[in-house]
Every structure is written in C-alpha cells, then in structure tokens.
C-alpha cells in the first residue's frame, strides 16, 4: 500500500519547535536529547499577528516565536474570515522558503479564539503529548519513526 502524508496524524508542536526541524533526505525531523521524530505533517497554535491585503499569507506567533503560514486563501472556506490578534490553529505541511527559513503550507485553518480553553491549554497539550512521544521512541529503542508509528 503506498503511504500518504494523511495516513498519520499531524504532530503538535510550538511554533519554536518547527523552526528547529531540518530536512533530511527528504524528511523533516524534529530531534531533542530524548526524542526523534519525523514529521509528515504538523499541528501548530497561535495569533495572528500579521497577515498580507488578500490573507494568502499570514504570521503566527506563539510562545515569542512568529513563523509564515503560506497558502491561506487555498484552503477549504478560504481565509476572508482570518484577523489580526485571532487565536487559529493550523495543520500543514513544512517548507523551507529562499531565506533558510521554515514556513508552513497551509492545509487547514479554524479559528480558536471564541475558545478560551484552547489557548489556555495548548502548552499542557504539547507537554503531555512529548511525554506520549518520549515513551514510544524510548519503547522503539531509538528508532526514527516511518511514519506508520514508533518501531512498526
């Protein structure tokens, strides 16, 4: 069966965690000193603190870090409904623009900001589901992910 980027669910990382991924043979890795992962495609949070005259491009910022989202108005419902200071959460894929810079091709967009708890827990969410990440890498003995799961 040939795999798919849809075939694993997004990873959920901060925004300073995906400007830390690099590209390695053709895969974006994200490594600390207890953890390796491969990314096919990731789940991030934040504010909108910029955005360009026609949405197609936007900055998020979360954490004290800001990364361009890229291809706004091309997902599902389009992005008229994106402003300034919104609390969205975005699932895409990673780039690296001419810069260096990691950016991310938007796949899908939803605005979180008339839930407050989102916001709120979104740091929890991510410490909880590195510890998720640490016991199935740890469990793989070391081994990358294939992106079917830890060690399969």
């Given at each position: ?6 075939d694993?669910?997004a990873?959920?990382l901060?925004?300073?965690?995906v ?7 053709g ?8 953890l390796m ?8 949070q ?8 026609d949405?197609?491009?936007?900055a998020?910022?979360d ?10 108005n091309?997902?599902?419902g389009?992005?008229s409904?994106i ?22 091709h ?15 827990l ?14 199935m890498?740890?469990a793989?003995?070391?081994e ?5 799961g830890?060690?399969?």
């Amino acid at each position: 069966m040939i795999r798919t980027k849809f075939d694993t669910p997004a990873i959920k990382l901060h925004i300073r965690e995906v400007l830390q991924l690099e590209n390695i043979d053709g895969s974006w890795v994200y490594e600390d000193h207890e953890l390796m992962l491969v990314v096919d495609l990731i789940w991030i949070q934040g504010s909108v603190v910029w955005m360009n005259e026609d949405k197609s491009m936007v900055a998020l910022e979360d954490t004290g870090c800001e990364i361009a989202i890229l291809n706004c108005n091309s997902i599902p419902g389009g992005s008229s409904w994106i402003t300034k200071n919104q609390y969205i959460m975005v699932v895409g894929e990673i780039h690296r623009n001419p810069s260096g810079e990691n950016t991310v091709h938007a796949i899908k967009m939803v605005s979180l900001s008339n839930r407050t708890v989102c916001e709120e827990l979104w740091p929890l969410e991510i410490m909880e589901l590195r510890e998720v990440y640490k016991e199935m890498y740890s469990a793989s003995n070391g081994e990358v992910s294939d992106g079917k799961g830890f060690g399969e």
